[in-house]
């Protein structure tokens, strides 16, 4: 069955350090991989898209890296901030049927 | 630009009653894709509409409907509402559809069946 695993448990970390997050999935065949935030009581917010045929991408502290053969994404917030505190979910859409599905989401806790 | 809207942001209905909820894409977004996030199973794929055509539907029973007018505005109804029906209803806009562009998400709708 297909799965979309994300960090498990939520990561506290202290401000300044780089928090990476991992989404590991199984029978997904994705064209391409992207990356939302939400924060409490809002709708997510889309961070990164990253292709198949991309390796890395970079946005000011975001950067995601994209391994299809190891069928995993990692997300690092570099420099972080409490205001990086939110849930972090990974989103794929598999090429068979254009359907975006979403992981659990990762809560990223940042402390001053 | 204004942002994604849906109303109502709250809704309490009642086992086997139904539900209406609205979505105002961001103007000149065709796509609207309507979704599910509840504690434990995350965000759920509902279903897509594009120009008016339900382009894609994910595996929720056909209790879930929904439609999408000229103006790409959409509408989703719930009929028969259960209690595990509670959840938070997200709609999204894009261009062109999941496939191709990141999605912009709306407040969302709250609604918890009693």
């Known amino acids: 069955s297909q799965k979309i695993e994300q960090n498990s448990e939520a990561l506290n970390i202290q401000e300044g350090k780089t928090a990476t997050l991992t989404c590991n999935y199984t029978?997904?065949?994705?064209?391409?991989l992207q990356w939302y935030r939400q924060d409490p009581g809002r709708g997510p917010v889309f961070l990164l898209l990253?292709?198949?045929?991309?390796k890395e991408k970079r946005k000011e502290r975001l950067k995601v890296t994209f391994d299809t053969t190891l069928k995993q994404s990692l997300f690092h917030i570099t420099a972080s901030q409490p205001a990086d505190s939110a849930t972090y979910l990974c989103?794929?859409?598999?090429?068979?049927?254009?359907?975006?599905?979403f992981g659990a989401g990762t809560t990223v806790t940042v402390r001053a | 630009k204004a942002g994604v809207t849906q109303t109502p942001r709250y809704l309490i209905k009642t086992r086997g009653q139904q539900v209406t909820l609205s979505c105002s894409p961001i103007?000149?977004?065709?796509?609207v894709s309507w979704y599910q996030q509840t504690p434990g199973q995350g965000l759920q794929f509902l279903f897509e509409y594009f120009s008016e055509t339900q382009r894609n539907k994910g595996n929720f029973p056909g209790r879930f409907s929904g439609r999408q007018f000229s103006n790409s505005r959409s509408e989703m109804n719930v009929s028969t509402l259960e209690l595990g029906d509670s959840a938070l209803y997200l709609c999204?806009?894009?261009?062109?559809?999941?496939?191709?562009?990141?999605?912009?998400f709306g407040p969302g709708t709250r609604l918890t069946v009693t």
């Open positions: 990253i292709r198949e045929n991309e």
């Open positions: 103007s000149g977004h065709r796509s």
């Open positions: 029978n997904y065949s994705p064209a391409y």
């Open positions: 989103a794929l859409e598999d090429q068979r049927d254009y359907k975006l599905s």
């Open positions: 999204a806009s894009s261009l062109d559809g999941p496939k191709t562009y990141e999605q912009y």
